[in-house]
């Protein structure tokens, strides 16, 4: 069984950037699938970018295009966010699954992962 661990959040002023990160620890395929996602409050969570660890292709959103980057190093997936806005705020959580379908080259969606970290808070300020 896979765990994750998601850290690095915190409250920043609109146009900041912060970097979070996700532990992966346990067992998980080499041909896994590890997604960010987010939630703003009262709306629905969110697939942002995945990283496919067969061979390290990413997928993202093209809402973050430009502004968010996923990537890896060693048993941590890092989401890196610069030119953050105030709708950025809210819970960001990253998932893993070994089954999702095309090897992670889409938008990551919720129902696809059985695996989730406990979240990390971002607050962008205006």
């Known amino acids: 069984q896979v765990q994750l661990a998601e850290s690095g959040g915190g409250s920043v002023e609109t146009g900041g950037s912060l970097r979070l990160s996700c532990a992966v620890s346990g067992y998980i395929s080499r041909s896994a699938c590890i997604a960010w996602f987010h939630q703003a409050p009262g709306k629905e969570r969110e697939g942002l970018l995945g990283i496919y660890t067969g061979d390290g292709s990413t997928y993202h959103n093209p809402s973050v295009a430009g502004r968010f980057i996923i990537s890896e190093g060693g048993d941590i997936v890092y989401l890196q966010m610069n030119g953050l806005k105030p709708e950025d705020s809210g819970m960001y959580y990253c998932?893993?699954?070994?089954?999702?379908?095309?090897?992670?080259?889409?938008?990551?969606?919720?129902?696809?992962?059985?695996?989730w970290g406990q979240g990390t808070q971002v607050t962008v300020s205006s």
């Open positions: 998932a893993a699954d070994s089954s999702v379908p095309l090897g992670c080259r889409h938008v990551p969606h919720p129902i696809e992962f059985r695996n």
